[in-house]
């Protein structure tokens, strides 16, 4: 479980780093050809699109991502699928005060 300020643990560091290495081969950056990945610090947890809007809380995926140190291009693996955090964990049913909120942002892509 990442820290109050979102780090991953060192112990979970490793593991994810064990992880990749063992189950997704990590090759070359598509985009640019090099092959000098970094493990972000943090663990994304994205807000989830829903018929109301955009949900933040609720059920999630949970994910690891690393980056290309040359371009920057980002890659996600589901931290659940690496055994970082229990897929029950991210199922849990919100209690009243823990209600999801939605954001009144429109949904779509403006091209100015
Ligand atoms: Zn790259």
């Known amino acids: 479980m990442p820290d109050k300020e979102g780090r991953i643990t060192e ?16 090759g070359v ?6 092959k000098n990945w970094i ?6 947890n994205p807000p989830t699109y829903t018929s109301a809007g955009t949900r933040i809380g609720g059920i999630t995926v949970p994910m690891v991502g690393i980056f290309c140190a040359k371009c920057g291009h ?10 970082l955090i229990p897929a029950e964990q991210t199922l849990k049913e919100q209690k009243p005060s823990e209600e ?12 100015g």
């Open 11 to 26: 112990e979970e560091r490793s593991k994810a780093l064990a992880w990749l290495n063992e189950k997704a081969g990590i």
């Open 39 to 44: 493990l972000a610090d943090t663990m994304p």
């Open 74 to 83: 980002l890659v996600f693996f589901s931290a659940i699928v690496m055994g």
């Open 29 to 34: 950056c598509s985009m640019c050809g090099t």
């Open 100 to 111: 999801p909120k939605t954001s009144d942002v429109p949904q779509g892509v403006s091209n």
